[in-house]
């Protein structure tokens, strides 16, 4: 049987002890600068997990890392720790919430560990209103009607207004689609409101009811940076051997780099942007992603049949919804509830082939698992990033869930060590 073993680099963890690891995951490793070492923790605040083999459009990993039904990887923290202890103690603070940007998007205001982990987490996007596209006023100013068909500019604004009130819709696209009725239904629900299949006028006026988020805008103008131009990019093999020579799971171009940081698929970025070059001190129209939940997460449920993760606070209210891609057909997540055990940023994976020869793939946005590892008390299970964003809820795992990169990043700034984990 072919074994995956992912091994953490830059770590929020907790616990200390590694194990044998059964589905998803296997022995605990630990790493510094991707480097594998022992199977023993080295840090108080390191621990072991589990994770699933992922698809990758990009790396044709699915149907390669997918060949065993007892694939299995696990995790040990190393690098940078993030005090997970500090951070679950201080995490009760909700004072710092700013779900309105104003010229700054992803910076959350206040001095709390959950919005200095969040901000951490998180790129900072500076943007402006001025020189906007017709086509970007007309989402700013797109209204729903009832008995009117939902057009692009209306899509887009109600995509912009479900993930600020936290109500996840994946990469914004424009389009009325699974994943956008999902999180409107999701909105419904934490909102007391019936749950309809197609928009009304009561679930307009409750995601139109503030009126100062309303009225920030959906797209606006962005110069780009060097940093932004200059991201390291590679070409992704497809075999877990040609990976694991690779310095990273770097991105393949800018454009794949700037649809993740704005959260926006990357033909609905070049259709705004027709004439762009992509090029450092040009200024194109991107998205605003607003500002993340920051209310410190205890429970979250992830539920097969609407391919949906929601997470509730410590009075259970639901606090956010994340579209997500829970198991398959094939290889089934578990039941049951669990906990989280270890949470990790920037994790390696490895592949074991059948031969016992193990090959480690780089930490990068298109590592088999994105970004982002937060392991279960369930061996060989956990929740973690894609390395394919605009297909969640359109592809399949083996077993764990699977968010969007930036939804990831998101969940692992505030969800709470030991954080309770329910599959329906």
Request: hydrophobic share 30%; with cysteine; charged share 20%.
């Amino acid at each position: 049987m072919s074994q995956l073993l992912k091994v953490g680099s830059l770590a929020i963890a907790m616990g200390t002890a590694s194990a044998l690891l059964v589905g998803c995951s296997s022995n605990a490793n630990s790493t510094e600068n991707s480097a594998q070492t022992t199977n023993e923790s080295k840090s108080s605040n390191s621990g072991m997990t589990d994770t699933t083999t992922d698809n990758n459009n990009n790396a044709g990993t699915e149907a390669e890392m997918s060949t065993s039904s007892n694939q299995s990887t696990s995790n040990q923290t190393s690098g940078q720790n993030m005090d997970a202890d500090t951070m679950d103690s201080t995490m009760t603070d909700s004072n710092d919430i700013s779900p309105v940007t104003n010229g700054v998007s992803q910076q959350i205001e206040g001095n709390s560990k959950a919005a200095n982990s969040l901000n951490k987490l998180l790129t900072k996007i500076e943007y402006s209103t001025e020189n906007l596209s017709e086509t970007a006023k007309k989402v700013n100013e797109a209204t729903w009607k009832a008995d009117t068909k939902i057009d692009r500019n209306v899509a887009t604004k109600l995509q912009a207004l479900l993930n600020w009130n936290h109500s996840g819709v994946g990469a914004v696209d424009g389009y009325w689609g699974k994943n956008t009725r999902k999180a409107m239904q999701a909105f419904q629900k934490a909102q007391g409101l019936p749950v309809t299949e197609a928009v009304n006028e009561e679930t307009w006026q409750a995601l139109t009811k503030n009126s100062t988020l309303t009225s920030q805008p959906v797209l606006v103008s962005y110069q780009l940076t060097d940093a932004d131009v200059n991201v390291k990019t590679t070409q992704i093999p497809a075999s877990a051997e040609a990976k694991a020579k690779l310095d990273g799971m770097y991105y393949e171009s800018v454009l794949e780099a700037l649809g993740e940081k704005f959260h926006i698929s990357r033909d609905y970025l070049k259709s705004l942007n027709p004439n762009a070059s992509f090029k450092s001190g040009e200024t194109i129209i991107v998205y605003n992603p607003g500002n993340p939940n920051t209310t410190p997460v205890r429970r979250v449920v992830a539920d097969k049949d609407t391919q949906t993760l929601y997470a509730y606070d410590d009075s259970d209210n639901l606090v956010a919804s994340y579209p997500t891609t829970v198991g398959s057909t094939a290889t089934p997540s578990p039941t049951g509830t669990h906990k989280v055990k270890v949470k990790i940023h920037e994790p390696n994976y490895t592949y074991t082939s059948d031969d016992d020869e193990k090959s480690i793939i780089p930490p990068g946005p298109n590592n088999p698992v994105g970004v982002v590892w937060i392991g279960l008390s369930k061996p060989s299970y956990g929740i973690h990033g894609s390395p394919d964003p605009e297909r969640i809820s359109r592809q399949a795992s083996a077993g764990c869930v699977r968010l969007t990169n930036w939804d990831a990043l998101s969940l692992l700034g505030v969800i709470k060590n030991d954080a309770t984990v329910e599959f329906k």
